[in-house]
């Protein structure tokens, strides 16, 4: 069964001190790696897209690298407005229609000042 | 650029009532997809429209139910409401049918509560 699979659930940090949150998916035929971040309250919001393993994206503090079995969003010297639940998905392989997105449980990322 | 709007952003029901979720989809695009999203949760694929058509189901029971317009817009009923269906409803819209990027347009949802 497709899965995926979002660690830690919940993560505090400092103002500036950097981490990183993981997504790891079991899916046969990876289509596409995807991060979302969702505000409270709020619908989510599109961050990256990843295809292939060893492919990386960045915007602005956060960075998504992809292996084959897990991705990792990387959070360099994080603001409070990072603060947010950030999604991870893929595409479903079978649904050929594209829409179809498989969604871990998030990470609930807190930023203190 | 108009973005994705849902209403109404909040309502309560009762067991066993019907409701109606709208959404009007992003300006260009002729797909809508529906989530439902419980509290702590990811959000989960229940159906996609694709020009008026439905296009995809998740696992979800019949007594879920949707519609697309011809300008775009979709509808989902949810008839025969039970407590478990409490959830925040999002409609999702995106361009084209076929290698779809994954890039999503959510709105900002109906939070539904069933008593």
């Known amino acids: 069964e497709d899965q995926v699979t979002q660690s830690p659930e919940a993560l505090r940090l400092q103002e500036g001190e950097s981490s990183s949150l993981n997504c790891s998916y079991t899916?046969?035929?990876?289509?596409?790696l995807f991060w979302y971040r969702q505000d409270p309250g709020k619908g989510p919001e599109f961050l990256f897209t990843?295809?292939?393993a060893g492919e990386e994206k960045e915007k602005e503090r956060l960075k998504a690298t992809l292996t084959k079995k897990e991705s990792f969003l990387h959070i360099t010297a994080p603001k409070p407005e990072d603060s947010a639940t950030y999604l991870c998905?893929?595409?479903?392989?079978?649904?050929?229609?594209?829409?179809?997105?498989?969604f871990g449980q998030g990470t609930e990322l807190s930023v203190k000042p | 650029e108009t973005g994705v709007t849902q209403s109404p952003t909040h309502l309560i029901k009762t067991r066993g009532q019907q409701v109606t979720l709208r959404c009007s989809s992003q300006?260009?695009?002729?797909?809508v997809s529906w989530y439902q999203q419980a509290l702590g949760q990811g959000p989960q694929f229940i159906f996609q429209?694709?020009?008026?058509?439905?296009?995809g189901r998740g696992n979800f029971p019949p007594r879920f139910s949707g519609l697309q317009f011809p300008n775009y817009s979709s509808e989902l009923n949810v008839n025969a409401l039970e407590l478990d269906d409490s959830a925040l409803y999002l409609c999702?819209?995106?361009?084209?049918?076929?290698?779809?990027?994954?890039?999503?347009?959510f709105g900002e949802g109906s939070r539904l509560t069933v008593l």
């Open positions: 300006s260009g695009h002729n797909t």
């Open positions: 999702a819209s995106s361009l084209g049918k076929v290698r779809n990027t994954g890039e999503l347009f």
């Open positions: 429209y694709y020009r008026e058509e439905e296009n």
């Open positions: 899916v046969s035929g990876l289509r596409g």
């Open positions: 998905a893929v595409q479903d392989p079978i649904y050929n229609q594209g829409g179809k997105l498989i």
């Open positions: 990843l295809y292939s």
